[in-house]
């Protein structure tokens, strides 16, 4: 225990004493979020490089997912006290569409691909606001199957495909940070190789990116960094190398 | 017997389209900002209203008071001269004629102000209470406008003549090549059946060929994953709650030739066209215009004779019965989805 | 054809007259829901309809003024019948127009005539009885007879308590002068022609007695 609470200390005492000269590309202070009276994300705070891959991990209900839409500014959770900066920009100030402008995207959980839509409008929908980021060739150069079945209902993919487009929805924003809500979850250890390659593909893009999963393995292989929360608080933060390393940690907070 | 049974379908048509076009209007602000507005029949009110208003200005008169000649009651005869004929001559008289097409023009970015006004000024500061709160302010908004247009126009209805030339009915049968005589129809009727259908056809068409009506479509989806890609929904959404006060209104400025309008006149189309969007599945556009014909339909042949000779009564509860059945064997209406005011 | 009132459209219950072979319309509704069906028969092409060789008609047999004002241009032509009219010339009606005329700008209808006879009616009945009391009053009417104010003399039968006096022919103005010119007098149906034997439509009259009030 005490190894532990001494890394933690170590680490998350280094970028806040970075803060005296520059703000971190990216950073939430003690951020408290609520779903109606229960209280789920209880003083986070984090920082996060430019380039860099965060992996938060935890239990079910440690708040990872609520720390991620509270980022994205979604109405619920509702965030009633801290700070969340992006870019020198007042992100906390933010409704979720102007996060999105000032260059957040959310993949959400449950990939919420839009019922109604082919592959087509929903990568359109994206592109309604301003600010964009890769063109609609680009997306299905990269993402051929999304090509294929461009006229098909977005709803009537497969769970990897229907990843696939929430990933390509969000690069077709103009991204400055990327929100990844267990982008494994529910899928078949084949798709989940998939969608991994896609990530590792996109990773030398240098795209800031936070990922929340279940799947901690093949996502601290994915990440430079890792948070652990646990109950609404960040009780690890260190080297993706360093949760994988430790034995006591992962089984403390993460079972594994 | 077949030209009564046609006669009788293309009424329940006529009716149909007037209660999905309502319905319509209805489902619009449903679908896109969760409120049941109780305040869609006084929209309907309010352009009836329009159309009243543009046909007051058009037959404004100058009124001189001419003390040599008595009214039959004994009081000095008001002499009256149509204003805008003085003004603008023949095409006045064309204006007077037309007032009801012409209110439609009006009708349109009045009834969006109007529309939006509402949204912004009222109804946005009760998306986040319950259903109940929402129908409540909605339904009292109604009762402020309709008390606002009755200290106005008085209570009384107000006749609209429609057109000269549209005026009367159609020989139907004729124009299909059978016996003069048998199906007619009136003109206006079958002009407001047409009128509905391009309205309706132009909302959807509007919802599944625009990049707006894109973004509506995937807001009444899912509203927060619209908002994650940086759109603003909730202006459109204020937009859409405009585009139904305007259908609501030009429904209800083609109406007033069929029925003289008085401040009332929303409320009789409410309950109905309740039953219409209930049937047809809440928040389900399809669903209501399909609804719409299908009871406008029943309500027609019900009515018969024949029918009601076997039923008494029938052509009063029909619509009632076929909700209460609809709603037993689908309980989400016909075309209605999953997690639709369920939570 | 029976409908239900308070209707706003009628149309499902016209269409089955087009083609019924019925030579006359007789349109039963009055108030609101006469405003809001006439028009519509009209729209159907009821008033210039032929039918067996005839023409069609419509006939309205309560026509007020007010439901010809909201009926507007579709009570053209269409006959009816009414009470009273203002351009009757007996002198009570020429009086009671100018005086009502003066105070309101307008001439009276049928129902302002109604209400101003009937209320003198009621204070003459009283007087007569000597007492509010309903059974009484209702004695002093049965069988009373009195000037009907342009109606000629007129007669509350004791049989039946039907009101037994002249009637007028009304015809919806084709070219009016003014707003309130809507209605035209075709003729007036005497008394003579307008009773009946009370035996007709029978029935009891039920007990004078007013009903005890609820607690």
New interface residues.
Partial sequence: MSAIAMTSETVVQTPAAEVETSRPFFSVRDVHSYYGESYIVQGVSLDIRKGEILALLGRNGAGKSSTLRTI?R??SPQMRQGEIWLDDQPIHQM???E???AGI??V?EDR?I????TVE?NI???K????HGWDVEQIYESFPRLAERRKQEGVTLSGGEQQMLAIA?ALA?DLKLLLLDEPYEGLAPVIVHEIERILHSIKPLGITTIIVEQNAVAALKLADRAVILDTGEVVFSGTAKEVLDNAELRHEYLAI | MFEVIFLQFLNGLDKGAAYALIALGLTLVFGTLGVVNFAHGALFMLGAFTAVTVRLFLTMETVTIDPTQLSPWGQPLEVREPLVQAWLGDFGGVLVNYSVPVSILIAIPIMLLIGIALERGIIKHFYKRPHADQILVTFGLAIVAQEVIKSIYGPNPIPQPMPTDLRGAADIGAWLGMQANIITYPIWRLIYFLFAGIVIGAVFAFLQFTTFGMVVRAGMADRETVSILGINIDRRFTIMFGLAAVVAGLAGVMYTPLLPPNYHIGMDFLVLSFVVVVVGGMGSLPGAVLAGFLLGILQSFASMNQVKAIIPGIDQIIIYLVAVVILLVRPRGLMGRRGVMES | MRTPLGSSDYSQYLTPILNSGADVLILNHYGLDMVNSLPQAVQFGLRDREANGKRFEIIVPMFSELMAKGAGEAVRGIIGTSNWHWNLQDPGSVAFTKSFGAEYGAPPSQAAHTCYVQTLLYADAVERAGTFYPPEVIKALEGHEFDGMGNGKTLYRAEDHQCMKSVLVVQGNSAPTSEFDVLNIVQEVGRDTTTYDPAIFGGELGPAEPAPLCA
């Fill in positions: 994205a979604t109405d409704k979720s569409f996060a999105a402008r995207q959310l959400p919420r839009i019922p109604g839509l409008e359109a929908l994206a309604v606001a301003p600010g929805r924003r």
